[in-house]
């Protein structure tokens, strides 16, 4: 099935690689447009969800809804 098991602190999300590139992409898309940050926020979620990830080869999108 190609499944690794990957230790990560549960209370250090900042660690974990995924949420780096999350943290990354929210940052940028803010930094644009620092008063609109709450469209931005949307905006930069909505991205993240319908890119195709590495590890799972779907969008998050994909896998809580078919």
Not at 18 to 44: M, T, V
């Given at each position: 099935?190609?499944?690794t098991?990957?230790?990560s602190?549960?209370?250090?999300?900042?660690?974990?690689?995924?949420?780096?590139?999350?943290?990354?992409?929210?940052?940028?898309?803010?930094?644009?447009?620092?008063?609109?940050?709450?469209?931005?926020?949307?905006?930069?979620?909505?991205?993240?969800?319908?890119?195709?990830?590495g590890?799972?080869?779907?969008?998050?999108?994909?896998l809580?809804?078919?």
């Open positions: 099935m190609g499944i098991l990957l230790q602190s549960p209370y250090y999300a900042q660690a974990n690689a995924s949420n780096k590139s999350l943290i990354k992409l929210i940052k940028r898309k803010i930094d644009e447009y620092p008063k609109q940050w709450h469209d931005r926020l949307a905006k930069a979620l909505w991205a993240y969800r319908m890119s195709c990830h590890a799972t080869k779907y969008t998050p999108y994909q809580v809804y078919g």
